[in-house]
C-alpha cells in the first residue's frame, strides 16, 4: 500500500514549507494541495500513518463529534502520539462555517460536546531522516459532524474531493449513518460526483466505481487492528502500483 502511494508522492506545499511557529493557517492553505479526510475517526492514527509515510499528502482532515480536543491533546502528548513528529505550531478555526446543517445532514455534534476545529502542524525530529516519512504535515482535528464536512467543505466549498479516504464503519460508535455504500455519504457523493482518488476501507462496504489495487496487501491498523485495503477510482487516473 505504501509503496504504490509512493509512486504518486506530492511535493511539501509552499505554504506548509515557510510555515513559521506562531503563524496561522488558512483554510484556503491548508485545502489549496491534497487532503486525507478520516469521518469518525476516533484516535485512530492510520490514516496519518499511511499518508505521511508515502509521502503522498500532507494535510489530514480528522472528524469526530465524540472525541473532545482534550483527547486529541492527550493522545498527542503520549507515548501513542506521532512518532518521530514534534508539534510545530497550532491554528484554530471558527467551525460555524462547517457545521452548519444542509438538507441531507440531520443533527451534529450528537454527544452535546462543543464544536472545534484544531490544525497542527508537525514537523520531523532531526534523527529521523526522509525514509521515515514527510518533512512537515498538517492534521485539522475537528469536533463536527463527518457528514456535514464532507458537504460543507469538499461539495459546496472546495468543489474536489479528498484525494485518499479512510473508510470505516464500527457500528457501535454512535454515528446516525454509515459511512459506505448506501448511506448519506454515498448519496453526496453521487449527487456531487466528488469521488476520492483513493479509499482505505476495512470495516465498511466499498461504494461503487471502486477496484481493489491488486497488487498491494492488507494491513492492519485502527483501534481494533483491522485488515485494511487500498482501493482506487476506476475512473481517475491511477499510478500503477
Same mark, same amino acid.
Given at each position: ?15 506548509? @514549507?515557510? !510555515? ?15 487532503? @486525507? ?6 484516535? /485512530?492514527?492510520?490514516?496519518?500513518? *499511511? ?5 503522498? +499528502? ?5 472528524? /469526530? ?6 483527547? +486529541? ?42 464544536? !472545534?476545529?484544531? +490544525? +497542527? ?6 534523527? !529521523?531522516? @526522509? ?6 504535515f498538517a492534521v485539522a482535528f475537528m469536533n463536527i459532524d463527518g457528514f456535514a464536512v464532507y458537504e460543507n467543505l469538499f461539495v459546496d466549498r472546495l468543489h474536489k474531493a479528498p484525494y *485518499?479516504?479512510?473508510?470505516? /464503519?464500527?457500528? !457501535? ?10 448511506? *448519506? ?15 482505505? @476501507? ?13 497488487s498491494q496487501t492488507q494491513t492492519k491498523g485502527g483501534m481494533h487492528s483491522y485488515s485494511r485495503a487500498l482501493y482506487a477510482n476506476k475512473n481517475i487516473g491511477i499510478i500503477p502500483g
Open positions: 500500500m505504501l509503496q504504490h502511494l509512493h509512486n504518486d508522492i506530492e511535493t511539501t506545499p509552499s505554504w506548509l @514549507a515557510n !510555515y513559521q511557529p506562531g503563524d496561522s493557517v488558512s483554510l484556503e492553505d491548508f485545502c489549496s494541495g491534497r487532503i @486525507a479526510f478520516y469521518p469518525g475517526c476516533g484516535t /485512530d492514527g492510520h490514516l496519518v500513518e *499511511i499518508g505521511n509515510r508515502s509521502q503522498s +499528502v500532507h494535510s489530514f482532515i480528522y472528524t /469526530d463529534y465524540a472525541v473532545t480536543i482534550d483527547m +486529541v491533546m492527550d493522545t498527542l502528548n503520549s507515548k501513542h502520539g506521532i512518532k518521530g513528529y514534534h508539534m510545530l505550531g497550532t491554528t484554530e478555526w471558527n467551525p460555524k462555517a462547517l457545521e452548519a446543517p444542509k438538507p441531507f445532514i440531520t443533527r451534529f455534534a450528537a454527544n452535546g460536546g462543543k464544536p !472545534y476545529c484544531l +490544525v +497542527v502542524v508537525f514537523e520531523r525530529d532531526a534523527d !529521523y531522516t @526522509a525514509a521515515w516519512g514527510s518533512d512537515r *485518499i479516504f479512510l473508510l470505516e /464503519d464500527y457500528g !457501535y460508535g454512535g454515528n446516525y449513518d454509515h459511512f459506505g455504500k448506501g448511506g *448519506i455519504l454515498d448519496r453526496m457523493m453521487r449527487e456531487s460526483r466528488l469521488w476520492p482518488k483513493y479509499v482505505v @476501507a476495512g470495516h465498511a462496504q466499498i461504494w461503487n466505481g471502486y477496484y481493489r489495487i491488486p
